[in-house]
T-cell receptor, first 110, second 116 residues
Framework: GESVGLHLPTLSVQEGDNSIINCAYSNSASDYFIWYKQESGKGPQFIIDIRSNMDKRQGQRVTVLLNKTVKHLSLQIAATQPGDSAVYFCAENDFNKFYFGSGTKLNVKP | GAVVSQHPSWVICKSGTSVKIECRSLDFQATTMFWYRQFPKQSLMLMATSNEGSKATYEQGVEKDKFLINHASLTLSTLTVTSAHPEDSSFYIC????????????FGSGTRLTVV
């Protein structure tokens, strides 16, 4: 599969602050990306997706930015809450299969 | 919303035995199901893709005779770890993609396999 990697393995933020999680991907032909949240011992949960014809997409408290020039994705979480503590993965679509990045653990400090 | 049920959630087996893990789509038909493996503090590694009624496609480096995948219906796929050994201990997760055009897909809750 393609290589999808993250810059930061662990991110600690204060409750109420904004969080930014980054991801680099290697396949310039990838046309669809998803951010997932995984809590300990559970399967990944869909957070937000973006297609390659967009550079920004917003959801509830989350925004995904896509920079195709440098093959970079970011996930922004506004007003981070304790319930946001988890591992976050970006996933890259390659021929209808998803390949996951290495993950970032988000710790939200009260 | 789309729900994927995975069973069992955890299993302990003796070395040399086989273990079957089930993945069911509860409220939608899944033409394609995917099986992932995840080691502690690591990412999900795609093992194989299964399409209903056809043979699974395995990722490079995954032993198809070791990890048997069956996708006999549009709602059920099974992964059997044959002759399990301690190094097969891992978290196995399935996901399913529906027939309704939904492009993303839903994950099961995972199965923790421990081989002793």
């Amino acid at each position: 599969g393609e290589s999808v990697g993250l810059h930061l393995p662990t991110l600690s933020v204060q409750e109420g602050d904004n969080s930014i999680i980054n991801c680099a991907y290697s396949n310039s032909a990838s046309d669809y990306f998803i951010w997932y949240k995984q809590e300990s011992g559970k399967g990944p949960q869909f957070i937000i997706d973006i297609r390659s014809n967009m550079d920004k997409r917003q959801g509830q408290r989350v925004t995904v930015l896509l920079n195709k020039t440098v093959k970079h994705l970011s996930l922004q979480i506004a007003a981070t809450q304790p319930g946001d503590s988890a591992v976050y993965f970006c996933a890259e679509n390659d021929f209808n299969k998803f390949y996951f990045g290495s993950g970032t653990k988000l710790n939200v400090k009260p | 919303g789309a729900v994927v049920s995975q069973h069992p959630s955890w299993v302990i087996c003796k070395s040399g035995t086989s273990v079957k893990i089930e993945c069911r789509s509860l409220d939608f038909q899944a033409t394609t199901m995917f099986w992932y493996r995840q080691f502690p503090k690591q990412s999900l590694m795609l093992m194989a893709t299964s399409n209903e009624g056809s043979k699974a496609t395995y990722e490079q480096g995954v032993e198809k005779d070791k990890f048997l995948i069956n996708h006999a219906s549009l709602t059920l796929s099974t992964l059997t770890v044959t002759s399990a050994h301690p190094e097969d201990s891992s978290f196995y997760i399935c996901s399913a993609r529906g027939t309704d055009g939904h492009y993303g897909y839903t994950f099961g809750s995972g199965t923790r396999l421990t081989v002793v």
